[in-house]
């Protein structure tokens, strides 16, 4: 645009992806991006409603006009097969998701059909059915720009106003807004999608290890809530947000300690709705490397798949040589007596893999690893860098307890470990290191902004 200008071309700019412009937002916090969801809700509070969406192109407001079409114009014009295209179709299952404007518009008013979720606001119960694809799912279009923000944003507000005779709350926009924020952080960043030259990401000194890379993106962790989940995204393109937590808790600072990078650029690939802001700053959030540092906080790849799919439907979709497993073993079938494993026909370390890490011990060194890094990132006050190197996840006290990876106990000395809905918070750090360390990537990002 500035080239344009200089050379005397006129451009005409729209905002047409987002809600707000976002440069408007900036300037209304003081030249820099709002880098809490707090603070955005504030600075966004204080603004005008967004504009309206654009009225629907219709046929009387294009009347007169006429494209003739030549017999063979879907031949030279027509959106090309995925075999001219050059992919491999054998084998290939039915698409999950149809794409389009007018499956977007459809979507959105079986969306919105959903009254009595509107009328009684909150947030919809998570139910193992959640996992699942929904045919009121909206992300993919929004990502594509199959469905405009601001006609679901209005939408949804004339609705609520219908229903409650009020005004809507903000919060009743949370999707949007967390869309809008991540767009926001990652405006006159151009590396946010790195940790190199990235300003607001704590530098964590994370291991390379392409071996295991490789099984967590192939779903052979030997965890069956993680491996359904990546099975369920390179099948289908969409996973639900909190099975996305999971797996990226699961390969960043829960479990195998490998860089946030390397999860983005999965999703990247595989995720229908993945965006290069949202996705960034989603990866960056669950591994603690920016907008988030309660890093004592982490999902247990059994416990936490147990709570959202008890039943273990979910596993027996997406990894079907499990399906026969019984509930009481299907999240950890490496627990099963060896009588259940061979009705099930499946021996575990033959026909399903065995667990590849020890999540009880890898989560205590991987949560003592991360406080060693805040710890050291509170007295540091330079340039963003590569901190002092902490403990290595390779070290031999990772064997302990294998038989249970979710043990509640194992050696490590980070004291009492307590199980709680999935979570593992580490009763003698967890009140203490909340306080301690939720202003410091704050005082980091204001160094550097």
Known sequence: MAMCREMGISVVSRVSHTLYRLESI????????PLTYHQFQTVVASMDSPPAAEPRITARAIEGIHTPLHDDHDDRFGVPTLEELGFDTEGLLPPVWTGGESEALARLERHLERKAWVASFGRPKMTPQSLQASQTGLSPYLRF?????RLFYYQLT???KKIKKACPPLSLHGQLLWREFFYCAATNNPNFDRMNGNPICVQIPWDR???????????QTGFPWIDAIMTQLR???WIHHLARHAVACFL????LWISWEEGMKVFEELLLDADWSVNAGMWMWLSCSSFFQQFFHCYCPVRFGRKADPNGDYIRKYLPVLKNFPAKYIHEPWNAPESVQRAARCIVGKEYSLPMVNHAVASRINIERMKQVYQQLSKYRGPPGLLAAVPSSQQPNRQSNTNNPCSKYGS???GR?????GDIVSDQEGKENNHKHHHTLHSLNQQHN
Not at 145 to 149: A, I, K, R, Y
Not at 209 to 219: H, V
Not at 417 to 421: C, G, L, P, V
């Open 417 to 421: 470990i307590k199980q709680e809905e």
């Open 26 to 33: 900036i300037e209304k916090n003081g030249g820099k991006p």
């Open 412 to 414: 490590g000395g980070l």
């Open 158 to 160: 004339d609705l609520y």
């Open 209 to 219: 290890n392409p071996e295991a890379l490789a099984k967590w993106a192939t779903g």
């Open 235 to 237: 099948e289908e393109g």
């Open 252 to 255: 960043t600072r829960g479990d």
């Open 145 to 149: 720009g199959c469905l405009s923000t």
